[in-house]
């Protein structure tokens, strides 16, 4: 009997530890049959360039906006920006056009002469005064405006998110966004370098809030990036969309995170010219 309750209690302690074993192997279990995010089947190769785009930012891009913001005035950042929004109205006009918005296109037009005269060549923006409002178009919205798919969701080096579509198109406006560039090699040089520094100066002091606000901010970033483009395309009426996977999703955290995001998505797409010009508010607006 003693040798028989000695088996016996020697075998629950093993009973008892393979409880919790048997118990993970059912949670990785489930894990592994949960499907992956249908728009980003390149998830592995995207995670890896979204860190090596977020390294790149870290050594070089922000440390150069920094020097940026500390030396150039408040007035001529605004004056930078308006040249460079200014040069991008043609191309946005004529996207604009190209996706029957006629009216519209015809109005960037016209901001664009206005501001090039005007405004002394783009420095102040009079046609916003005048009651001409900016548009944001590019030439993947014009493809996905003509039904053209989007295509998986894809991050280029240094240039960022796009989808498969807009990767396609970018080329199309990076040409049109370029064609105003001196053709003296150190200037244009020079102009794309304020540009990029430009860009990103837009983005400081979003970061800290960003990666507060999520426990996976690559997945913040894409979520909002694929929702902001697909808002655009249809010009804020974007097709419900009903998904039947548990994916992974950072789910919405607050206007801060949110602009955060908007901020940062503006960061990743540097030389999209006509890239997400939303409304840059402050992480001060996010609610205590």
Known sequence: MKKNNAASSGRAPVGRRLLPLLACAVLLGGCAG?????????????????????????????????????????PLHIAIGNVFGNLADPWI???????????????????FLVNSTLGFLGVLDIASEAGLPKHDEDFGQTLGRWGV?????????????????????????????SAWEPGHIPTRN????????HERW??????????EGTLDKYAYVRDFY??????????????????????????????????????????LELLGMGGLQLAHRRSVDEPK
């Open 149 to 177: 798919g989007e295509g998986a969701y894809f991050v280029l080096p240094i240039f960022g998110p796009r989808t498969i579509r807009d990767a396609v198109a970018f080329p199309a406006d990076l040409a049109a966004n």
């Open 226 to 267: 694929l929702e902001q483009r697909r808002y655009k395309v249809f010009d804020g009426a974007p097709p419900r969309v009903y998904e039947d996977f548990n994916g992974a999703s950072a789910a919405p955290l607050g206007n801060g995170v949110d602009v955060a995001a908007s901020t940062a998505v503006e960061n």
């Open 93 to 111: 006009g004529v996207n604009n056009l190209l996706q029957g918005k006629v009216a519209d296109g015809l109005g960037d037009m016209m901001r």
């Open 190 to 197: 020079t102009v794309t370098a304020v540009r990029i520094t």
């Open 34 to 74: 949960t499907p992956r995010n249908p728009d980003d089947p390149l998830e592995g190769y995207n995670r890896a360039m979204f860190a090596f785009n977020e390294q790149v930012d870290k050594v070089v891009l922000k440390p150069v906006a920094e020097v940026y913001d500390t030396v150039v005035p408040t």
């Open 202 to 211: 837009r983005a400081l002091g979003t970061e800290k809030t960003l990666e």
